[in-house]
């Protein structure tokens, strides 16, 4: 009876209900419930220090999109010696944004579901919440899905007849016998570190750096080894000129911000975990040098394959399925899947489980959020299809940018020049506090982003729909895309607080949720200690912001 019983508990929706926190500012019932994971991050959390992000953007920076980049860039008709300036410049600059984004989660200590309602209301937060939400278990799908080529290649390094096993598939399905093996072995591989609470997980972008950068050392050796230098790249003279050239160039700059978009909204997820703010500063440089000295070795490999197999291969992972050694390619493709793996976490499943967490905080935490976005982002988005389905997607992939950025303009702007860091902390998680606006939105935001996009939709709906769709000179515009709406964004969110100011949203000092315990309990124990007991007893129901002098 009690297994019974037991079994029964298991299906009612009681049983999934995550407690909260005694501490938590959130109400205890409606929309903008919390748990610990949403709730600021605890004291004894506070770990991360600036070598953890050093090697958060190492592990980060070392996978197989940052080494195709710069070679699909080089394709375009732009010489290596106009493309490596070009990553650097877009990498800084997008730097320079997250590096912004994670001070504030470094000040404040709360994840970018929280953070966003300081700009756009405790509802209206939603959108950027969601927006992300899409994209990141879109992005999960297509990494677990390059994840499964690292095992294909090791699966066949053990069993060479792996690469013949007959297709049992239908064809409609878009992969085959084999490629299914393969993608449910990585998907299995994968899944335990998915549910590694992001305040452990720098032990993880450690090993993986290291194992990583080793990984391409090997690899960069054996090819200018086999080649007998790095190959004709390095000869080449660009093939565009004049103003052809130019936007190249731009449209360069700008995929190298592109790319990191996701991140730079979801870094507070990762500093919100900060000793200190001093903390993230230091990224600011290790993004652009990280990344772009990984793109340099890109373009060697990618150089030297030419020299080696007659042609220019953009993926690593490719190159290594052609070596002899097989014992060499396993442990290769164990490298570069370990890679993917760190980067599938970084970039995308800590982003997806806030959000899923944010969404439903009664039933969903990290852990589980994350269970979630394997499965969805896994199965549901069927990416082994998603990459077949042709330029469509991927261009709309690429061009969410434009609606990110400007979300991202946003909520730099509103805490260091409307706000002037002078948050406070606990009503961001009340429903009817300073942060509520109009209805839970504040118009500001949408309508900063709103005017941001008629210059860029133009350009995403063409390269979309290149022969149906036809925009003259605004092609030239989307080139410079993220720049644009990252710009106008936060120009336009500024000037509607000049002309109309959100009053009610302003505070006149900041305060975080320790300051605001510590207030709190100061006010209890003066009750306390005058005798007003009954009075004191009375307010325990009450909202904890009614106990703080000040607020």
Not at 107 to 131: D, E, K, T
Not at 391 to 409: D, E, H, K, Q
Not at 475 to 483: D, E, I
């Amino acid at each position: 009876m009690a297994s019974g019983k037991g079994l029964g508990q298991f299906f009612q929706p009681s049983y999934w209900v995550i407690k909260r926190e005694p501490s938590s500012w959130a109400p205890p019932r409606g929309l903008l419930q919390s748990n610990v994971d949403l709730d600021p991050s605890l004291a004894r959390d506070r770990r991360w220090r600036s070598w953890m992000f050093l090697f958060m953007w190492a592990s980060d920076s070392v996978n197989v999109g940052t080494m195709q980049q710069a070679s699909s860039m080089i394709a375009l008709g732009l010489s290596y010696r106009e493309v490596i300036p070009c990553i650097f410049i877009g990498n800084l600059i997008v730097a320079g944004a997250l590096t912004a984004n994670a001070t504030i989660g470094a000040i404040l200590h709360v994840p970018f579901s929280i953070i966003c309602r300081a700009s756009f209301g405790v509802y209206g937060a939603w959108f950027p919440v969601v927006s992300r939400l899409i994209l990141g278990l879109i992005y999960f799908g297509i990494n677990t899905q390059i994840l499964s080529s690292c095992v294909h290649v090791m699966l066949s390094a053990i069993w060479p007849s792996f690469r013949a096993l007959p297709n049992h598939i239908p064809e409609h399905i878009g992969i085959t016998t084999s490629g299914m093996i393969a993608y449910i072995v990585a998907w299995t591989i994968q899944f335990p570190f998915l549910i590694i609470p992001p305040v452990r997980m720098r032990y993880l972008f450690l090993i993986k750096s290291l194992v990583m950068t080793i990984a391409t050392f090997v690899i960069l050796g054996w090819s200018v080894n086999r080649a007998g230098g790095g190959g004709p790249i390095f000869s080449q003279r660009a093939t565009l000129t004049g103003t052809e050239k130019s936007w190249a160039w731009m449209f360069c700059i700008n995929a190298a911000m592109s790319s990191k978009t996701t991140l730079a909204a979801s870094i507070s997820d990762f500093s919100r975990y900060s000793r200190s703010p001093r903390d993230q500063y230091w990224q600011v440089i290790l993004i652009p040098f990280c990344y772009t000295l990984w793109s340099i070795f890109g373009i060697i490999v990618t150089s030297a394959s030419h020299v080696v197999y007659g042609e220019f291969i953009w993926d690593p992972t490719k190159i290594i399925a052609r070596w002899d050694n097989r014992a060499a390619a396993f442990f290769m493709a164990l490298a570069f899947g370990a890679g993917t793996i760190g980067t599938n976490i970084s970039t995308n499943s800590v982003a997806v489980s806030n959000d899923f967490t944010a969404l439903v905080p009664k039933y969903l935490n990290i852990r589980r959020g994350a269970i979630l976005c394997a499965v969805l982002g896994g199965w549901a988005c069927v990416p082994w299809n998603l990459q077949k389905s042709g330029t469509v997607l991927l261009n709309f992939l690429g061009g969410y940018a434009i609606f990110l950025a400007p979300a991202v303009s946003v909520m730099i702007c509103d805490f260091f020049l409307v706000k002037r860091q002078k948050i406070v902390v606990p009503e961001l998680y009340q429903p009817d506090g300073r942060y509520r606006y109009l209805n839970g939105m504040n118009w500001r935001a949408f309508v900063a982003i709103a005017i941001s996009l008629p210059i860029n939709l133009p350009g995403l709906m063409n390269v979309m729909n290149p022969k149906t769709i036809h925009i003259g000179g605004l092609r030239y515009a989307y080139k410079a895309s993220w720049l644009i709406a990252f710009s106008m964004g936060f120009t336009t969110y500024y000037l509607l607080n000049l002309i109309f100011p959100a009053k009610d949203a302003m505070s006149s000092r900041q305060l975080l949720a320790e300051d605001a315990l510590e207030e709190q309990e100061k006010a209890e124990s003066m009750s306390y200690e005058s005798g007003k007991i009954s009075k004191n007893l009375s307010t325990l129901e009450q909202d904890p912001l009614d106990r703080i002098p000040g607020i």
